[in-house]
């Protein structure tokens, strides 16, 4: 009954989902050009589809080691990759180019997946972490198409929000074939919540499998000969409304330290790099814009408005800070400078990485900081005692090594599925 009002629900506001989508295009025409997938007309398939769904950037980001392994042991098959957003469809396309399909996901009406399901006609739908949509994963089951839920992580409070309607979250998820969980807690959260535990596997997560390459460094080398390669540098990523105060805060304090302390300010979302422009020069801070070439070497914050570079912008920097902590977002994915071997600093609030921050922090890789303050004093320590930064980015470092072998297991446990 509840799936059937959902159900209802979104077919009635659908038209009004589509007439904002043309509003959106006669600003950002990529988010229109490509309409029909939204409801599931996409191009048929003439080979063997893998469907993997991941929803924005990052989830794409963690997939591609996924994808890249299954292109090399399912050679006979085709990847189909949607995402939700136009960033993360774009992210796809930079990864792989023509190696891959694209799409966005169908809307989660039944008529449009089952039109998606009729032309992709895929042999399994690979689900990154809990994107978990009714109409997808019923209609994809009901098929006979198996459905697996890969890097999946259940926090304690998407726990207790799946928890309020407990007969639909358990249908749903005994849809699922295989879950394979990032962590013990998660694992036990999926059985709680209604999942079969025969269906459910602890395998890590492929997140702990970020390879630091050489084209990598190379990029983050020149960066940083751009920034300053004698001053201290500090890195702010995936920061959210609310944070970017507190850390434009800790940096006015660093830099009454040391005047040539720089922050790289990443914000999480595209939509705000305007805006948080705006603020910092509110805060009558110099700065250069990396979308316009502004000169960095002589700035006091950096803001790195760009898509797709975090990874490479983390080796350009010293010290790291991992935003949506200092506000209650739940955090962000902090295995990316750990990789780099440097300092993690985080704030309160990161329930969605729980296991992952657990971690960092039980390998001494990691710096939790409360407030503006808190923070100033974390990296201003980091600058100032090489040793200790050595010694956080060597732990940091050691924790991701410990912990890689997850997209391994998760591969061989997709490829045996499939047979």
């Known amino acids: 009954m509840l799936r059937f009002v959902y159900s209802t629900l979104f077919r009635l506001i659908l038209p ?16 229109v050009v490509h309409w029909r997938d939204r ?47 136009a960033t993360g469809r774009a992210r796809a396309n930079a990864l792989f180019g023509d190696r891959i399909r694209y799409a966005y996901s169908p809307y989660d009406t039944p008529g449009s997946v089952r ?37 999946a992580r259940l926090s304690e409070r998407s726990a207790r929000s799946y928890q309020r309607f407990p007969n639909a979250s358990r249908q749903l ?27 459910v596997s602890i395998t890590g997560s492929v997140k702990f499998d970020v390879v630091v390459t050489d084209e990598l460094r190379d990029g983050a080398a020149e960066l ?29 304090q660093l830099l009454a330290a040391d005047p040539q302390a720089l922050l790289v300010l990443v914000p999480r979302h595209p939509e705000r790099f305007d805006d948080v422009a705006a603020l910092v020069r509110q805060c009558n801070l110099s700065l250069a814009r990396r979308s316009e070439g502004g000169d960095a070497s002589g700035s006091q914050v950096y803001l790195a408005d760009s898509m797709g570079e975090l990874m490479m912008l983390y080796g350009a920097a010293d010290v790291a800070f991992v935003g949506g902590s200092l506000i209650e977002r739940g955090g962000h994915n902090p295995l990316e400078p750990a990789a780099w071997g440097m300092p993690v600093i985080t704030g309160p609030h990161v329930f969605n ?24 004093a974390a990296v201003d320590r980091c600058f100032s005692d090489s040793a200790h930064r050595n010694e956080l980015g060597k732990n940091a470092r050691a924790a991701v090594d410990a912990n890689r072998g997850a997209l391994t297991r998760v591969v061989d446990g997709i490829v045996e599925k499939l047979g």
């Open 16 to 31: 009004f989902v589509l007439i904002r989508l043309w509003w959106q295009g006669r600003t950002s025409p990529d988010a």
């Open 39 to 85: 409801i599931g007309l996409i191009p048929r398939s003439d080979k063997p589809v893998i469907w993997v769904h991941a929803v924005s950037v990052g989830e794409t980001i963690a997939a591609a080691p996924l994808v890249r392994a299954l292109l090399e042991r399912r050679p006979d098959a085709s990847i189909l990759m949607t995402a939700m957003t």
């Open 115 to 151: 039109r998606f399901l009729r032309r992709a006609r895929p042999l399994a739908l690979v689900i990154m972490e809990t994107e978990l949509w009714p109409n997808m994963i019923y209609q994809t089951a009901g098929a006979g198409t198996p459905v697996y839920l890969i890097n």
């Open 173 to 199: 998820l005994k849809q699922i074939d295989w879950i394979a969980a990032q962590a013990d807690g998660d694992a036990r959260r999926f059985v709680e919540t209604g999942a079969h535990a025969s269906a």
């Open 224 to 252: 940083r000969s751009q920034l300053g390669a004698g001053r201290p540098v500090w890195i702010a990523a995936s920061t959210h409304d609310g944070e970017d105060e507190q850390i434009l805060q800790a940096h006015r």
């Open 353 to 376: 990485f729980d296991d992952i921050y657990e971690r960092l922090e039980s390998g001494a890789g990691l710096v939790r900081v409360g407030d503006a303050r808190e923070l100033a």
